[in-house]
C-alpha cells in the first residue's frame, strides 16, 4: 500500500514571502503520479499542480513550482510571492500509473498554510 | 455542467436514519469518486466508478455503506442505519477517463457535509 507523509500540520509566512511545502511518499512502483490539492475554507479541492514520475523535469504552474526527487520519494511545493488568497489547507496526493486496482488518490493529513497580512 | 456538483450541501439527520448523497460529475467523464473527509481519518477514498462500473467496493466503511451510477452519470452514496461516526464531509471527483490510464486530474465539488445527531 502507498502512504503519504506531510510533515508539517500548519506553516505561516509573511505575504509576499517563498514558502516550501513538505511531502514524502512511499511505494514500490516506479510509475506513478502526485498531486498538489489547494483546499481553500469554501471546501472545494482545486488542482494546484501534478507531476508524472517518469519526467525527471518539475513542474511549474506560474507562481507554484514543486521539487521533486523521486529516488528520495519526495515531492515539495514551492509558493513563490505568496498571496493572501493562497491561505488554505494543502494536500500531496498520489496515484499509480496503469495497472489493476482502484484509481483512488491517496492522500497526506494536509499542511495549514496562514498568509499573514 | 461546469464543475463538479453535489447535493445537498449540508445533511443533518438523526442517527439510525438512511441518507442518500447525490453527486452529479462534469459532463462527459467517465470516471468518478467517492471520498470521506473527516478530523480523525483525513481523506479516504471510498469508491470509483468507471461508466457505471465500480471495480473495487473494498474501501466503503462498512456494508452499510452503498454507492451506484446510471447512465454513466449521476452517483448517490448510500449510508443505511447512520452512526456518529459516518459525520464526515464527503467529497465527489469526477475525470475524464481514469486516473491511472491517461494522467487526468480528479476535479472536486463542494461536497456534502453530513452530521449524525
Known amino acids: 500500500a502507498q502512504t503519504v507523509t506531510q510533515s508539517q500540520p500548519e506553516m505561516s509566512v509573511q505575504e509576499a514571502e517563498t514558502v516550501t511545502l513538505s511531502c514524502t511518499y512511499d511505494t514500490s512502483e516506479n510509475n506513478y503520479y502526485l498531486f498538489w490539492y489547494k483546499q481553500p475554507p469554501s471546501r472545494q479541492m482545486i488542482l494546484v499542480i501534478r507531476q508524472e514520475a517518469y519526467k525527471q523535469q518539475n513542474a511549474t504552474e506560474n507562481r507554484f513550482s514543486v521539487n521533486f526527487q523521486k529516488a528520495a520519494k519526495s515531492f515539495s511545493l514551492k509558493i513563490s510571492d505568496s498571496q493572501l488568497g493562497d491561505t488554505a489547507m494543502y494536500f500531496c496526493a498520489f496515484v499509480l500509473h496503469s495497472g489493476g486496482g482502484a484509481d483512488g488518490l491517496t492522500f497526506g493529513k494536509g499542511t495549514h498554510l496562514i498568509i499573514q497580512p | 455542467g461546469a464543475g463538479v456538483s453535489q447535493s445537498p450541501s449540508n445533511k443533518v439527520t438523526e442517527k439510525g436514519k438512511d441518507v442518500e448523497l447525490r453527486c452529479d460529475p462534469i459532463?462527459?467523464?467517465?470516471?468518478l469518486y467517492w471520498y470521506r473527509q473527516s478530523l480523525g481519518q483525513g481523506l479516504e477514498f471510498l469508491i470509483y466508478?468507471?461508466?457505471?462500473?465500480?471495480?473495487?467496493k473494498s474501501g466503503l466503511p462498512s456494508d452499510r455503506f452503498s454507492a451506484e451510477r446510471t447512465g454513466g452519470s449521476v452517483s448517490t452514496l448510500t449510508i443505511q442505519r447512520t452512526q456518529q461516526e459516518d459525520s464526515a464531509v464527503y467529497l465527489c471527483?469526477?475525470?475524464?477517463?481514469?486516473?491511472?490510464?491517461?494522467?487526468?486530474?480528479?476535479?472536486f465539488g463542494d461536497g456534502t457535509r453530513l452530521s449524525i445527531l
Open positions: 459532463s462527459g467523464h467517465t470516471a
Open positions: 471527483a469526477s475525470s475524464l477517463y481514469g486516473t491511472r490510464q491517461g494522467n487526468q486530474p480528479q476535479h
Open positions: 466508478f468507471q461508466g457505471n462500473s465500480a471495480p473495487d
